[in-house]
């Protein structure tokens, strides 16, 4: 069956930067478009980048430039390298695929960005 599993999240400073992780399992993870959301508390979850199996990748615009999605395919891996952190990067950051019609989602990992 499709696993998904979050690691990297933490709190850090303003300006700061973390890596997210997410090793998937039970499908061809080559593939399938690989998608980064996020949920702050009181707000509606939100696409934050996706990746194609070829490495073509897309980002809403509050997180350009700031932001860089990646995979390792030979590791069924997606990752999410955040830099320049802002408070409003806060949220609880889930690793998504949309496999047979059906979305699945890992657990999530917290991110906190505070002083």
């Known amino acids: 069956q499709v696993q998904l599993v979050e690691s990297g999240g933490g709190l850090v400073q303003p300006g700061g930067s973390l890596r997210l992780s997410c090793a998937a399992s039970?499908?061809?993870?080559?593939?399938?478009?690989m998608n980064w959301y996020r949920q702050a508390p009181g707000k509606q979850r939100e696409l934050v980048a996706w990746?194609?199996?070829?490495?073509?990748?897309n980002y809403r615009d509050s997180v350009k430039g700031r932001f860089t999605i990646s995979r390792d395919n030979a590791k069924s891996t997606v990752y999410l390298q955040m830099n320049s952190l802002k408070p409003e990067d806060t949220a609880v950051y889930y690793c998504?695929?949309?496999?047979?019609?059906?979305?699945?989602w890992g657990q999530g990992t917290q991110v906190t960005v505070s002083s």
């Open positions: 998504n695929v949309e496999y047979v019609l059906k979305n699945y």
């Open positions: 039970g499908f061809v993870f080559s593939a399938y478009i």
């Open positions: 990746i194609t199996g070829g490495g073509g990748t």
